[in-house]
């Protein structure tokens, strides 16, 4: 598989890219947190899902900083199954339980697991390591409550994109360093694990390409308070001098993202490390691909990674 991009985006991909620029899309970073959280909600829509799941339930669970909201699918009640702990993209800025309502919708039908979607604390009103914090929050019920909801304790996987993808590593190292709870898998979709700003993909895909490297200075001022946090390793899980003992994982990049080398680095150091890894790259698409599941954007790349990171996690878990 290769590690790079494509020529050029898949058509369906190009399509968005195209439609955007007619548009003329603003940029995050012309907004303010509040602002870009309604513009986002704006875009959502209420209309019924088109992703079915069997049970869909909400709770609110002990949060360090109070109740913390999540979201539960399950897409076959009353069967003990793996239990996936996802934690949404969105730059740690942006995103909700309803902003990955479809991409947690889809990963439940397409294992068959219960999914555990976190509604955690957003920066800059809540900067790091609020987010993280409500993570392993999060972990650690599911730890002790997994059967209640039809999950299996021993067989928890520790999920998320983008922000979401950084917060599941970071989780991993610390529950390793806590001696916490076990965890069985790390589903990692193209995550921030370290300094993007040192490859090559983030000049090459700095801009035109759904997520720029602009967007991504303005969630980074947004989540740290002080610039020594950058250095911290459960803000870069990358730079960890020690990646040995951590969950296997699936490492998912996108061709056509500043991302792209910062994930498959952190696949990388893990393999090196003695970590099983599978690494997927898929060179034709952007940024979020995998969240792109429902009309008007809806990917066919999206659904190829689905079935494969189900058939990654069925491997390692059944």
């Not at 609020?130 to 039809?150: F, N, R």
């Not at 969950?247 to 080398?261: H, I, Q, S, Y």
Request: glycine residues 8%; aromatic residues 8%; charged residues 25%.
């Amino acid at each position: 598989m290769t590690r790079g991009a494509a020529d050029e985006p898949h058509s369906e991909v190009q399509a968005v890219l195209d439609a955007l620029e007619e548009m003329g899309a603003p940029s995050l970073e012309e907004f303010s947190p509040l602002e870009a959280r309604d513009l986002l909600d704006g875009l959502l829509g209420r209309d019924e899902p088109s992703i079915q799941v069997a049970s869909v339930e909400e709770r609110t669970i002990d949060g360090p900083g109070g109740d913390l909201p999540v979201r539960i699918y399950d897409p076959r009640p009353d069967e003990s199954r793996p239990v996936v702990c996802y934690l949404h993209g969105g730059g740690w800025v942006i995103g909700s339980l309803d902003s990955h309502d479809p991409s947690c919708r889809k990963l439940a039908t397409e294992t068959g697991y219960v999914v555990v979607s976190v509604d955690y604390r957003l920066a800059p009103e809540h900067p790091f390591p609020a987010a993280l914090e409500d993570s392993y929050a999060a972990l650690e019920w599911l730890a002790d409550d997994a059967a209640a909801i039809g999950g299996d304790p021993d067989r928890i996987v520790l999920a998320g994109d983008s922000a979401g993808g950084n917060l599941a590593a970071a989780t991993a190292l610390l529950a390793r360093h806590r001696d916490g709870p076990s965890i069985a898998y790390q589903l990692l979709l193209y995550p921030v694990t370290g300094d993007p700003t040192e490859t090559d993909s983030y000049e090459e895909n700095a801009e035109g390409y759904f997520l720029t490297t602009a967007e991504m200075e303005w969630f980074r001022d947004h989540y740290l308070e002080r610039d020594v946090d950058e250095l911290h390793l459960l803000v870069a899980p990358r730079l960890a001098r020690d990646l040995s003992g951590l969950p296997p994982a699936t490492v998912v990049t996108a061709g056509f993202d500043p991302l792209r080398e910062d994930g498959a680095a952190y696949a990388d150091r893990l393999e090196a490390a003695g970590v099983p890894v599978t690494y997927r790259n898929y060179p034709d698409v952007i940024h979020g691909f995998m969240a792109m599941l429902e009309e008007p954007v809806d990917l066919t790349r999206a659904h190829e990674a689905y079935a494969d990171v189900a058939a990654d996690l069925a491997d390692a878990l059944e």
